[in-house]
């Protein structure tokens, strides 16, 4: 029960963050709703409402889901992102809604991103988050956060 809690709460946040409108927030699988996202693409004013939500620049954003900044400011805004770029931006509104939610604060969170870490060989979190398995790295540190187990 927890957990389907946990994962409505995060579809909100997705669909939110995203301004998405066609996000199913009932019960079932998050991943076939979001795979749903993705097969028709997300608009440019995903990406400007996650810089408005999570406080990162344009510029980082662009670094992260793997498109310039100046392909970003020339998509019109009917026009869809690629699935790639759709994806990691999803991936990115799940983990930064896992981290609020680990740190209860999503200023706590942005500073924890940005310093160094010694569990993830003294990188940045956010410095990691340009790959798949750097997603996974970060938010594998923040389950051990949230379940007490530093390393």
Not at 75 to 96: A, G, H, Q, V
Not at 125 to 138: C, R
């Amino acid at each position: 029960m927890v957990e389907t809690i946990n994962y409505k709460k995060e579809r909100e946040t997705v669909a939110k963050w995203l301004e998405l409108k066609t996000l199913s927030l009932k019960k079932g699988n998050s991943s076939f709703a979001y795979l749903k996202v993705l097969q028709e693409g997300l608009h440019r004013n995903s990406v400007n409402s996650f810089i408005k939500h999570s406080t990162l620049s344009r510029k980082q954003v662009a670094k992260l889901i793997h498109v310039s900044e100046r392909t970003l400011q020339r998509y019109s805004p009917d026009k869809t992102m690629d699935i790639n770029s759709s994806e990691r931006l999803i991936e990115l509104t799940r983990l930064f809604h896992k981290g609020i939610n680990v740190f209860n604060d999503k200023e706590k969170f942005i500073t924890w991103l940005n310093r160094p870490n010694k569990s993830l060989a003294n990188s940045k979190p956010i410095d990691l988050m340009e790959t798949s398995l750097g997603i996974d790295l970060v938010l594998d540190e923040l389950l051990r956060i949230e379940h007490g187990v530093f390393s």
